[in-house]
């Protein structure tokens, strides 16, 4: 069943900006995990949160989870054309079994 | 080390037909988990393996079937297609216990 809820559907930025999504969660989770895809074919992991952490970087990427409000956000500073995509929020309740949400569509303008 | 790798890439089926796909886990991996994804939705988990069997499952009915190989290899079945079957179909390795997945590129079905 779907859990994660991301928010907003829909973002268009301007190459540079920064893209800030949001996901919300209902349950009890051991972590969560965001992915990319393009043009509808395969998941590519981007990051994983786990539950006892607050906030992790990779790269130009930025998530943080708050439990207490079952909310975490992706943030992804300077973006470029190449970030084009779908992203997904995932929950894991610790069977390695992944919930989605229905995802956001972000279109980054050159 | 080649990844997850799915195929057929694409498939055309009627209502009423049987169809087979194919997932091969990447290197070392020994979980292998499906997932349906419709058009414009995220993916849904339909079921896990391991240890060639089924472990997991979610709320698909008994027409989706699975099998896992002692290669690790794992197909899922969908008997008496339906429209609605119409989606992308992911496959997932992990190790068990692990936490991340890695995944393939999917098969695209399409059900006429």
């Known amino acids: 069943s779907q859990q994660g809820e991301e928010d907003p559907q829909a973002l268009s930025i301007q190459e540079g900006e920064n893209a800030t999504m949001n996901c919300s969660y209902k349950?009890?989770?051991?972590?969560l995990q965001w992915y990319r895809q393009n043009s509808g074919r395969g998941l590519v992991h981007l990051i994983l949160?786990?539950?006892?952490?607050r906030e992790k970087h990779s790269g130009r990427l930025r998530v943080t989870l708050d439990t207490s409000k079952k909310s975490s956000s992706l943030l992804i500073t300077a973006s470029r054309a190449a970030d084009t995509a779908s992203y997904f929020c995932?929950?894991?309740?610790?069977?390695?079994?992944?919930?989605f949400g229905k995802g956001n569509q972000v279109v980054v303008i050159p | 080390d080649a990844g997850v790798t799915q195929s057929p890439t694409h498939l055309i089926k009627t209502r009423g037909q049987q169809v087979t796909l194919r997932c091969s886990p990447k290197?070392?991996?020994?979980?292998v988990s499906w997932y349906q994804q419709a058009l414009g939705q995220g993916p849904q988990f339909i079921f896990q393996?391991?240890?060639?069997?089924?472990?997991q499952r979610g709320n698909f009915p008994d027409r989706f079937s699975g099998h896992q190989f002692p290669n690790y290899s794992s197909e899922l079945n969908v008997n008496a297609l339906l429209l609605g079957d119409s989606a992308l179909y992911l496959c997932?390795?992990?190790?068990?216990?692990?936490?991340?997945?890695?995944f393939g590129p999917g098969t695209r079905l399409t059900v006429l």
């Open positions: 349950t009890s989770i051991n972590n």
């Open positions: 995932a929950t894991d309740d610790g069977n390695n079994r992944l919930a």
């Open positions: 393996y391991y240890e060639e069997e089924e472990r």
């Open positions: 949160i786990r539950s006892n952490e």
């Open positions: 290197s070392g991996h020994d979980t």
């Open positions: 997932a390795s992990s190790l068990q216990g692990g936490d991340e997945q890695f």
